[in-house]
């Protein structure tokens, strides 16, 4: 079993900034590959961003890119979401999910409420 803790959600005007973290404890084996997915009201999860356990490769959907760095730091370990620039369409309850493939993710947080005011 993985356990993952998001924290670091809030509220924040249009072209602010917040970073967003997640823990993991647990069977580590399972955080090879971390990412981060967001869910607005009456909408479907959406991909955000991951990354390996290299940190190599991040990956970023279109909305993140050049707004958005994902990292971790495999001592915690932690995967991080720095998002600058933040929009009111990037609003949502923001999710941590690890795993062993890109293509599945096995464990997820909570969530973490970003609210981005106009």
Request: charged share 15%.
């Amino acid at each position: 079993q993985v356990q993952l803790a998001e924290s670091g959600g809030g509220l924040v005007q249009t072209g602010g900034s917040l970073r967003l973290s997640c823990a993991a404890s647990g069977r580590t084996l399972y955080t090879y590959v971390m990412a981060w997915f967001r869910q607005a009201p009456g909408q479907e999860r959406e991909f955000v961003a991951r990354i390996n356990w290299s940190g190599g490769s991040p990956y970023y959907a279109e909305s993140a890119k050049g707004r958005f760095t994902i990292s971790r730091d495999n001592a915690k370990p932690t995967v991080y979401l720095q998002m600058n620039g933040l929009k009111p369409e990037d609003t949502a309850v923001y999710y941590c999910a690890s795993g062993l493939s890109a293509f599945r993710y096995d464990y997820w947080g909570q969530g973490t409420q970003v609210t981005v005011s106009s």
